[in-house]
């Protein structure tokens, strides 16, 4: 079995598993332009940090900052590869305007 072969059967038979563990961030009313929300954006820093955790990745923290927390973890074995690095938002937009 070729490499595409294994990954796409992967994402086949992982696809729910990956779309519950989406869902349960998208879950998680991370509104960072609200201070009301405040809360919330700490608790998807965590859900994010257990992710990349049980994802295999080390050194995973949250570090605290003055707006709001930065995740990190790295995975460093892989000697003679190129280094990766993934950069994202985990704080969603405000609803309104409704209208739009």
Same mark, same amino acid.
Not at 5 to 22: A, F, G, K, V
Not at 31 to 59: F, P
């Given at each position: 079995?070729? %490499? ?6 992967? #994402?086949?038979?992982? !696809?729910?598993? /990956?779309?519950?563990?989406? #869902?349960?961030? #998208? !879950? %998680? ?6 201070? %009301? /929300? &405040?809360?919330? $954006?700490? %608790?998807?820093?965590?859900? #994010? ?11 995973? &923290? ?5 707006? /709001? ?11 003679? &590869? ?5 950069y ?6 405000? $609803?309104d305007?409704? &209208?739009?």
């Amino acid at each position: 079995m070729s %490499i595409d072969s294994q990954m796409e059967s992967h #994402l086949q038979t992982q !696809r729910q598993r /990956h779309l519950d563990e989406l #869902l349960g961030l #998208l !879950r %998680i009313p991370s509104i960072s332009a609200l201070s %009301i /929300h &405040k809360e919330d $954006v700490a %608790i998807a820093a965590v859900y #994010l940090a257990e992710a990349l955790t049980t994802a295999g990745m080390e050194n995973v &923290k949250v570090f605290p900052t003055e707006g /709001h927390p930065v995740v990190y973890g790295d995975y460093l074995h892989a000697p003679g &590869k190129p280094t990766v690095l993934i950069y994202g938002h985990y704080d969603v937009q405000p $609803v309104d305007p409704l &209208k739009l």
